[in-house]
């Protein structure tokens, strides 16, 4: 059965500083793997899809690699802002079927 | 912009009530999805709908039904509602291998 632990739980530093988030999964036969973060008490948005045969993806500040046959992807924001406070989710598909099963989260707070 | 939207926005019920929850895509995707997310936690999947049938469901009870109409809309009803059903729920369509979320429905049972 599929699992994804997300950690730190939460995390919270001043403006500027460059951030690793990290998100783990136990079976490693996952098709992809998607970011999305999600403001509080609001939907999900699509970050980032990186495909099993891809080691990373890029989008502006954020950097998502992906390293299957360890279970592990990690999620790179540079120069963090405040505007980046919110929730980070990652997700995988188990099997290649199209439902998600979600980490917790990483609740990210940038300061002033 | 997702082009995803839900209806309500927000929702009080009580217990053993019977409520529907609604989802539309601007995108004409014919593939969507229900997540349940408890507080705190991340969202966890009910079932999904491809071409009006069901094609997969979680670990959620029968109480738990959905339907997609032919414009690919879609319904998420949940029956004799319990204290432990109060949530964000959140529909999601699949453009390629993307999933695309809704902005969520806060459901309260009291």
């Known amino acids: 059965k599929q699992e994804v632990t997300q950690i730190p739980a939460a995390l919270s530093v001043p403006e500027g500083e460059n951030l690793v988030l990290n998100c783990s999964f136990t079976?490693?036969?996952?098709?992809?793997l998607q970011w999305f973060r999600q403001d509080p008490g609001k939907g999900l948005t699509s970050l980032l899809l990186?495909?099993?045969?891809?080691r990373e993806q890029t989008s502006g500040r954020l950097n998502a690699s992906l390293d299957k046959s360890s279970g592990r992807s990690t999620l790179y924001i540079a120069a963090s802002q405040p505007g980046d406070s919110a929730t980070y989710l990652c997700?995988?598909?188990?099997?290649?079927?199209?439902?998600?099963?979600f980490g917790a989260g990483t609740r990210l707070a940038v300061h002033p | 912009e997702t082009g995803v939207t839900q209806s309500p926005t927000h929702l009080i019920k009580t217990r053993g009530q019977q409520v529907t929850l609604r989802c539309s895509s601007q995108?004409?995707?014919?593939?969507v999805s229900w997540y349940q997310q408890a507080l705190g936690q991340g969202p966890q999947f009910i079932f999904q709908?491809?071409?009006?049938?069901?094609?997969g469901r979680g670990n959620f009870p029968p109480r738990f039904s959905g339907l997609q109409f032919p414009n690919y809309s879609s319904e998420l009803n949940v029956n004799a509602l319990e204290l432990d059903d109060s949530a964000l729920y959140l529909c999601?369509?699949?453009?390629?291998?993307?999933?695309?979320f809704g902005p969520g429905t806060r459901l309260t049972v009291l």
């Open positions: 709908y491809y071409r009006e049938e069901e094609n």
């Open positions: 997700a995988v598909p188990p099997g290649g079927y199209n439902k998600l099963i």
């Open positions: 999601a369509t699949l453009g390629g291998d993307t999933q695309y």
């Open positions: 990186i495909q099993s045969s891809q």
């Open positions: 995108s004409g995707h014919n593939t």
């Open positions: 079976d490693s036969a996952i098709y992809n």
